[in-house]
């Protein structure tokens, strides 16, 4: 851990030597890194209430606590292949105790596909090996395995890093866009966040990727018979872009009609 000289309370924690949660040890809803910024506004979208959030790739669990902080009794789900780091940061974080937050020690994909179907509001993918995301985590068995375990209306948040021109971001937003049916992006229901430089392909930087499982399906078989988020989760909301650009670092959101242009002809991934 690493402590900011300006702020004491703040800290970074480093996995490997790269920078993997941003935490302020008073403020359990402050989120530091600017792609967390990102995916909670698109989460603040969604109806008021507890949520149940599976996060693949849990380090510091900073993303966790600020859902828990938003929204109390939140039920979820972190999931990291290091144990020790899982360890670590229960002594040394204050998070919310199981049940609130469960961590496991798992590969993320063997997780992902032992989770309940239709189980979960929220799956939030953020990791990586050095600086990119594992092949087998941002492919299409990924993206269909994501899709099973939300709750129709749910939301699939995936953290993309990526180099001019975006290659490998282009592709995720086409695999998305074939496991999560015909018009995800005309409806509103896939969308791509980042900062404009790096939309604009002037440097290295993180895209968010966010995908909503198409409302209109049933819910018997979500566990308890709890209902999914009603059917009005449009990514294309003018509140998000608005929120967005706001952030201490504004991002640009890309949806619809422009987020069909940024894909172009790329390819799913396989």
Partial sequence: MERDPDHPERVTLHVNGVPSSGLDLTDPGFLAFEYMQQMAAVVALLPAGPLRVAHLGAAGCALARHVEHERPGSRQLGVDVDARLLTLVREWFSLPRSPLLRL????????????????????????????????????????????????????????????????????????????????????????????????????????????????????????????????????RDPALGRALRTLPVPAHLLAGAELERFAGTAAPLP
Avoid at 209 to 235: I, Q, S
């Fill in 104 to 235: 496991r020690v798992d590969d993320a994909a063997r997780a992902l596909e032992a989770l309940p179907e239709r189980s979960y509001d929220v799956v939030v993918r953020d990791v990586f090996a050095g600086d990119s995301t594992p092949e087998h985590l941002a492919g299409s068995a990924f993206a269909r395995a994501a899709r099973r375990a939300l709750r129709p209306g749910g939301v699939l948040l995936a953290n993309c890093a990526d180099r001019p021109p975006l290659g490998v971001a282009r592709r995720e937003v086409a695999t998305l866009a074939a496991a999560f049916g015909p018009g995800a992006a005309a409806e509103g229901r896939l969308a791509a966040v980042a900062e404009p430089g790096v939309l604009k392909g002037r440097r290295y930087g993180n895209v968010v990727l966010a995908a909503v499982r198409p409302p209109d399906e049933p819910t018997a078989g979500a566990p308890g018979g709890e209902p999914g988020p009603p059917a009005g989760t449009d990514l």
